[in-house]
């Protein structure tokens, strides 16, 4: 009798469990926005083969339903397909029009399937793997009408696959709702892409006026940034191509090893590794290297294996990014500590990416958009730490044009100092000389008035000295008259004169270092 009635009890609650999975459902009571977890329910298919006809068809796939327990359902990275079933009911008189909206941008495949009763009213492809213009709102995000009708209900099935990690964040939205929400959204959006926008623009403007390197690189990185965030939040497939699915479903993950061979160049360009830390500059090098190769394999490659890839490529990098960064601050090099606060931003952002990826971390607001918060914060910080390193290079530029002028101004101080020395050192040479050489130039002369007893040969030499004499005699009075010509105290006085004795005379004093000599 106890054995039956404890089978009578698990037959019971069995058959109530059953009752709960089987009817997940929503009651519609004209609310604005509803969270469709926990009233949901649902299960994962390894095979990815079942239809939306089977389940409709075989009562044993409905029992493979269960009821969601959190708001947010989170699977790793995984090949499975996730089926969700909602009933959603109308107790009202008037129909109502609500909007089924998925917070996940990137997902594969998404297909909605409205059901009344057994009979399949609409499907609405939503994933990556259907064109964008086939969507039935095209906006980047995936928003699908479901219309309940008055004191009636309808069954909505999803089907999500992925080769990635999928975070099913599902709500209903009426009109008025959903309008609010696009508002935020764009409100947000737009106050980000203008931050990259004004980032452009600002060094854009500071590399045509100082022409640093680094500017230049910035410019394409942040290009390049605002070009992967919008593949990212599905806003390319919306503007660029609408029908292109290998591009919205690849390219996301196949520009991450881009973005993160910028961040390494940047790194060392910022830095000057090549300077500073040689080692570690080849190894920064090596990244890029590995980067670029892994960017080369990934077309060839199956997406959940690149994934992979990519993944143990980001942590080499993270690890590698923050050391070379703390080293730098370490070492207090100009504004490293600065640079450090803003890759830090962007490196947790990416971190807690890639726990999302694992599930690892809850899927919310502020991990779905961390990438957007990570990489602003980082534009503003990086953008200000090149401003102030372009203020203290144009400062001590300054500086050392400054110092510059005043050594100039010293020199010329210095020269024209040792020029007046200079002139008045002749200027009192010149004037001792006259002395010595009026004497010698009197002695010639006296002794040249006595010439009847003096030998002819030596006449002629003592001619001689008294020319060289009167020569030099000369040369002390020019050197005297171009002092007081650079004093300012004489003035040139410009006279014709007869060339032909000057050279005469030059000729006869000549006569005897040329005597014995082959020169005519």
Not at 384 to 410: P, V
Not at 461 to 490: D, H, P
């Amino acid at each position: 009798m106890r054995f039956f009635f404890v089978c009578v009890v698990v037959l019971l609650g069995l058959c109530a469990s059953l009752v709960a999975v089987g009817e997940p459902t929503l009651t519609l009571h004209g609310r604005g926005r509803y969270d469709v977890f926990p009233h949901a329910a649902y299960f994962l298919d390894p095979s990815t083969h079942i239809t939306i006809d089977q389940i409709l068809s075989s009562p044993n796939l409905w029992n493979r339903f269960r009821p969601a327990t959190s708001p947010v359902l989170s699977f790793p990275i995984q090949k499975d397909a996730v089926w969700v079933k909602l009933i959603l009911k109308n107790p009202t008189v008037k129909s109502q029009t609500y909007f089924l909206q998925s917070d996940q941008y990137l997902i594969d495949h998404q297909d909605v399937f409205v059901v009344s009763g057994n009979k399949l009213l609409y499907v609405f492809n939503q994933g990556l793997d259907s064109p964008f213009i086939a969507r039935a709102i095209p906006l980047n995000a995936s928003y699908v009408p479901l219309d309940v009708p008055a004191t009636g209900e309808r069954t909505v099935y999803l089907r999500a696959q992925a080769d990635h990690a999928i975070h099913l964040n599902l709500s209903l939205l009426n009109t008025q709702a959903l309008f609010i929400h696009l508002h935020w959204r764009q409100f947000y959006f737009g106050l980000y892409f203008g931050i990259v926008l004004v980032t452009i623009i600002f060094n854009a403007i500071m590399f045509i006026f100082t022409r640093i390197r680094t500017f230049l690189l910035y410019v394409a990185y942040v290009i390049y940034l605002g070009m992967f965030q919008l593949s990212y939040f599905g806003y390319s497939s919306a503007l660029f191509w609408s029908d292109w699915t290998w591009g919205a479903d690849r390219l996301p993950t196949l520009l991450i090893p881009v973005f993160t061979v910028f961040v390494l160049l940047l790194t060392q360009d910022y830095l000057q590794t090549g300077e500073n830390f040689p080692r570690t500059h080849r190894v920064l090098t090596g990244l890029i290297l590995a980067n670029l190769t892994g960017l080369a394999i990934g077309s060839f490659i199956d997406q959940q294996t690149y994934i992979y890839l990519t993944i143990i490529l980001g942590v080499f990098n993270i690890v590698v990014t923050l050391a070379v960064l703390i080293r730098a601050a370490l070492r207090r090099l100009p504004y490293s500590l600065t640079y450090l606060l803003a890759w830090s931003c962007l490196i947790i952002s990416g971190f807690v990416l890639m726990l999302l990826s694992f599930a690892l971390v809850p899927f919310n607001v502020v991990t779905q958009n961390i990438l957007l918060i990570g990489s602003a914060l980082e534009m503003i910080l990086v953008s200000i730490s090149l401003a102030n390193r372009f203020s203290t290079l144009s400062r001590e530029k300054d500086e050392a044009q400054k110092k510059a002028i005043e050594n100039y101004q010293l020199a010329l101080t210095s020269l024209r100092k040792a020029d007046q020395i200079k002139d008045e050192i002749l200027a009192n040479v010149s004037h001792e000389l006259r002395t010595p050489l009026n004497g010698i130039l009197g002695i010639v002369e006296h002794l040249l008035r006595d010439v009847g007893t003096m030998p002819e040969k030596t006449r002629r030499q003592m001619e001689i000295v008294m020319e060289c004499a009167r020569n030099l005699s000369e040369m002390v009075t020019t050197m005297l008259t171009m002092a007081k010509f650079q004093s300012g105290t004489q003035r040139f006085q410009i006279e014709p004169f007869s060339i032909l004795p000057l050279i005469n005379r030059e000729r006869h004093l000549a006569e005897g270092l040329l005597k014995g000599r082959p020169i005519r």
